[in-house]
């Protein structure tokens, strides 16, 4: 009973992936049927353009609040097609207004492999409000019961920056976290503004004498990350002996769903960057 919001990606046991149907297209998720390249996933939206259905014929999920369009503007969709040269067509409409809308259309050019389309919205009215996404398959020919596939509907930004700040200790703190019996973390004056790293402020972390060798800290972002675009995760450290472990982890809201990754720094008493 859960309701769709942005990004789409089908793998949620409590969304409603309800899709309105028209012109004798059909969709429905179903178990992704080519789990290759650049879609391991296990869910993906199926569409089947059945034999004679209207050359417009399509699907549409209903999203549980407007599209924000005030950063992002381009939608980006994985897509698995019988045939190459298909053309895709991506719309947004109105919840209630059906003329209030805007589409892109996008060719496939491949067959029977996944492929990322993008479909650029940067000269849609931002004024209006639209909360409907629709997807057309073979858009302007009949259909011939030929079945299509699709997933992870996102909308990124026009221009993807090289990197995003996550955290640098600058503005407000954030609240951290502490666990395994080491002291608070503290946000203070940079004590080495050299080097990497000229920067007023830091975060200094004292790992107890007698702590938990698994002892560290968390602290939540008011965003999620932006692990569609970016990949890496780059950190400042000082430390004052060399060849120690630092792990990095990413938990989301819950800690149901957690990822690590360990880097041995190299440096003693001066600034370094891990990624």
């Keep these: 009973s859960d309701p769709v919001n942005l990004p789409v990606g089908f793998e949620s046991f409590t969304v409603n992936y309800a899709f309105v149907n028209f012109g004798n297209a059909y969709s429905s998720v179903v178990d992704n049927p080519d789990i290759s390249g650049i879609n391991t996933s296990?869910?993906?939206?199926?569409?089947?353009?059945?034999?004679?259905a209207e050359i417009w014929a399509g699907s549409f999920l209903t999203l549980g609040n407007p599209i924000n369009f005030s950063t992002n503007t381009v939608f980006k969709v994985k897509v698995w097609s019988p045939k190459a040269d298909a053309v895709v067509k991506l719309k947004v409409e109105n919840l209630t207004n059906g003329e209030i809308?805007?589409?892109?259309?996008?060719?496939?050019t491949v067959s029977g492999q996944w492929e990322e389309l993008s479909f650029d919205f940067s000269a849609i009215?931002?004024?209006?409000?639209?909360?409907?996404?629709?997807?057309?398959?073979?858009?302007?020919n009949t259909g011939d019961d030929a079945t299509y596939y699709f997933d992870d509907i996102k909308l990124v930004p026009a221009t993807i920056p090289s990197s995003l700040m996550v955290q640098n200790f600058e503005?407000?703190?954030?609240?951290?976290?502490?666990?395994?019996?080491?002291?608070?973390?503290?946000?203070?004056?940079?004590?080495d503004a050299s080097g990497l790293n000229t920067t007023a402020r830091v975060a200094r972390m004292e790992k107890s004498s007698g702590s938990e060798m698994w002892a560290g800290s968390f602290f939540e972002t008011n965003t999620p990350l932006d692990l569609d675009n970016f990949s890496n995760i780059i950190v400042k450290i000082w430390a004052p002996k060399s060849g120690i472990v630092v792990k990095l982890k990413l938990e989301n809201a819950d800690a149901s769903v957690t990822y690590e990754v360990d880097v041995t720094n190299t440096m003693t008493n001066?600034?370094?960057?891990?990624?």
């Excluded at 503005?171 to 004590?191: H, K, L, M, R, S």
């Excluded at 001066?270 to 990624?275: A, P, T």
């Design 42 to 52: 296990a869910r993906v939206g199926q569409t089947v353009k059945a034999a004679g």
């Design 101 to 108: 809308g805007y589409e892109i259309d996008a060719k496939t």
């Design 125 to 140: 009215d931002k004024n209006q409000e639209y909360q409907k996404v629709v997807i057309f398959f073979d858009f302007g």
């Design 171 to 191: 503005g407000d703190a954030p609240e951290f976290t502490v666990f395994g019996n080491i002291a608070p973390v503290e946000i203070i004056d940079n004590p």
């Design 270 to 275: 001066s600034w370094e960057e891990l990624v």
